[in-house]
């Protein structure tokens, strides 16, 4: 199967996402650490469907989250790197590898950077429980999550789809 390896220049919405969604979570990180200090022992680990703590964890729990993050952030850049590895269709060819790539690549980066700013928001959010300034994280959270990410997912598969 065709499969070239191209350097293909990152778009500017590319470099938008990678720096709204580094930076969120970059201030998330920095967030939970100002505030380690005011953290009670006990932390919320998990919540339901309806955005209600159903679980309270030990507050070094608080990093968890911030772990995932950095090693999805690191994997999926590195896949980001790699289109010529994705999966594509039988009639990639010559002619149309560049959007191709192109567009696998842009679907990465916005599920990588959608990762990290929903990281971003629930680490944050655990702290704002656990310091008592919220009682929980809301109902939308659920269909945040799952419109968030059925958003990059469709909207690829289609630009997809017209590749000729």
Do not use: Q
């Amino acid at each position: 199967m065709y499969r070239p390896i191209l350097k293909l220049p990152k778009t500017k919405y590319e470099k938008v996402l990678d720096c709204i969604g580094g930076g969120l979570f970059i201030v998330s990180i920095i967030l939970v650490i100002l505030n380690w200090g005011e953290l009670p022992d006990k932390i919320p680990a998990h919540f339901n469907g309806a955005g209600e703590v159903d679980r309270w964890g030990s507050r070094i729990e608080i990093f968890i989250l911030p772990g995932i993050g950095l090693l999805m952030w690191i994997f999926l850049g590195l896949l980001e790197k790699a289109p010529h590895m994705h999966n594509y269709p039988d009639r990639l060819n010559e002619r149309n590898v560049e959007a191709f790539y192109l567009n696998s690549r842009k679907l990465c980066n916005e599920l990588k950077n959608f990762c990290l700013m929903l990281f971003a928001i629930l680490s944050s959010e655990m702290l704002f429980v656990a310091l008592g300034k919220i009682e929980d994280i809301g109902w939308w959270f659920l269909p945040f999550v799952l419109i968030g990410a059925g958003i990059p997912i469709v909207k690829g598969l289609i630009a997809s789809s017209r590749i000729e």
